[in-house]
Nanobody, 115 residues
Framework: QVRLVESGGGLVQPGGFLRLSCAAS????????MAWYRQAPGNQRELVAI???????DYADSVKGRFTISRDNAENTVYLQMNSLKPEDTAVYYC?????????WGQGTQVTVSS
Protein backbone atom coordinates (compact mmCIF):
# COMPACT_ATOMS: atom_id res chain seq x y z
CA GLN A 1 0.00 0.00 0.00
CA VAL A 2 1.30 3.45 -0.95
CA ARG A 3 0.66 6.40 1.30
CA LEU A 4 1.64 10.04 0.84
CA VAL A 5 0.62 12.30 3.70
CA GLU A 6 1.14 16.05 3.40
CA SER A 7 1.26 18.52 6.26
CA GLY A 8 2.31 22.08 6.97
CA GLY A 9 -0.19 24.12 5.03
CA GLY A 10 -2.05 27.08 6.46
CA LEU A 11 -2.70 30.80 6.30
CA VAL A 12 0.27 33.14 6.05
CA GLN A 13 0.72 36.82 5.26
CA PRO A 14 2.47 37.98 2.10
CA GLY A 15 6.21 37.82 2.57
CA GLY A 16 5.90 35.02 5.10
CA PHE A 17 7.05 31.43 4.94
CA LEU A 18 5.77 27.89 5.32
CA ARG A 19 7.34 24.46 5.22
CA LEU A 20 5.38 21.61 3.72
CA SER A 21 6.17 17.99 4.50
CA CYS A 22 5.16 14.79 2.74
CA ALA A 23 5.72 11.49 4.49
CA ALA A 24 5.77 8.58 2.06
CA SER A 25 5.65 4.84 2.32
CA UNK A 26 9.14 3.42 2.39
CA UNK A 27 8.35 0.99 -0.42
CA UNK A 28 7.75 3.83 -2.85
CA UNK A 29 9.92 6.70 -1.61
CA UNK A 30 13.27 5.05 -2.30
CA UNK A 31 12.36 4.32 -5.93
CA UNK A 32 10.71 7.64 -6.74
CA UNK A 33 11.41 11.11 -7.91
CA MET A 34 9.37 13.28 -5.56
CA ALA A 35 7.57 16.45 -6.53
CA TRP A 36 5.22 19.13 -5.34
CA TYR A 37 2.36 20.33 -7.51
CA ARG A 38 -0.26 22.96 -6.81
CA GLN A 39 -3.71 23.76 -8.05
CA ALA A 40 -5.47 27.07 -7.58
CA PRO A 41 -9.24 27.43 -8.11
CA GLY A 42 -10.05 27.49 -11.81
CA ASN A 43 -6.51 26.55 -12.79
CA GLN A 44 -4.85 23.35 -13.91
CA ARG A 45 -2.54 21.50 -11.58
CA GLU A 46 1.03 22.68 -12.14
CA LEU A 47 4.44 21.41 -11.21
CA VAL A 48 6.13 23.50 -8.53
CA ALA A 49 9.34 21.59 -7.78
CA ILE A 50 10.85 18.16 -8.29
CA UNK A 51 13.72 16.27 -6.72
CA UNK A 52 15.19 13.14 -8.23
CA UNK A 53 16.30 10.10 -6.26
CA UNK A 54 19.90 11.30 -6.30
CA UNK A 55 19.00 14.88 -5.42
CA UNK A 56 18.79 16.76 -8.72
CA UNK A 57 16.19 19.52 -8.40
CA ASP A 58 14.17 21.70 -10.71
CA TYR A 59 11.62 24.44 -10.14
CA ALA A 60 8.87 26.33 -11.86
CA ASP A 61 10.08 29.75 -12.93
CA SER A 62 7.49 31.39 -10.68
CA VAL A 63 9.05 29.95 -7.51
CA LYS A 64 12.77 29.92 -8.34
CA GLY A 65 14.78 31.64 -5.64
CA ARG A 66 11.89 31.47 -3.15
CA PHE A 67 11.09 27.76 -2.77
CA THR A 68 13.45 24.90 -1.92
CA ILE A 69 12.65 21.22 -2.27
CA SER A 70 14.60 18.63 -0.29
CA ARG A 71 14.30 14.99 0.69
CA ASP A 72 15.30 12.99 3.73
CA ASN A 73 15.85 9.46 2.51
CA ALA A 74 16.20 8.12 6.05
CA GLU A 75 12.79 9.51 7.02
CA ASN A 76 11.08 8.89 3.66
CA THR A 77 10.00 12.51 3.64
CA VAL A 78 10.11 15.30 1.10
CA TYR A 79 9.92 18.95 2.08
CA LEU A 80 9.04 22.20 0.39
CA GLN A 81 10.40 25.31 2.07
CA MET A 82 8.43 28.28 0.80
CA ASN A 83 9.79 31.77 1.50
CA SER A 84 8.68 35.24 0.40
CA LEU A 85 5.20 33.93 -0.21
CA LYS A 86 2.88 35.85 -2.52
CA PRO A 87 -0.92 35.85 -2.81
CA GLU A 88 -0.54 34.06 -6.15
CA ASP A 89 1.03 31.11 -4.33
CA THR A 90 -2.38 30.38 -2.83
CA ALA A 91 -3.41 26.87 -3.86
CA VAL A 92 -3.82 23.31 -2.74
CA TYR A 93 -0.36 21.73 -2.74
CA TYR A 94 -0.02 18.06 -3.63
CA CYS A 95 2.84 15.67 -3.08
CA UNK A 96 3.65 13.32 -5.95
CA UNK A 97 5.81 10.22 -6.18
CA UNK A 98 6.86 9.13 -9.68
CA UNK A 99 8.30 5.64 -9.67
CA UNK A 100 8.88 2.70 -11.97
CA UNK A 101 5.62 1.18 -10.75
CA UNK A 102 3.43 4.21 -11.19
CA UNK A 103 2.66 7.71 -9.99
CA UNK A 104 1.00 8.40 -6.66
CA TRP A 105 -0.60 11.45 -5.07
CA GLY A 106 -1.23 12.75 -1.61
CA GLN A 107 -4.52 14.25 -0.51
CA GLY A 108 -3.29 17.86 -0.69
CA THR A 109 -2.76 20.64 1.80
CA GLN A 110 -4.16 24.16 1.51
CA VAL A 111 -1.81 27.12 1.43
CA THR A 112 -3.41 30.56 1.64
CA VAL A 113 -1.35 33.74 1.36
CA SER A 114 -3.40 36.72 2.41
CA SER A 115 -3.24 39.77 4.61
Amino acid sequence: QVRLVESGGGLVQPGGFLRLSCAASRNIFSRSAMAWYRQAPGNQRELVAIIARLGFTDYADSVKGRFTISRDNAENTVYLQMNSLKPEDTAVYYCNAASDVGAFWGQGTQVTVSS
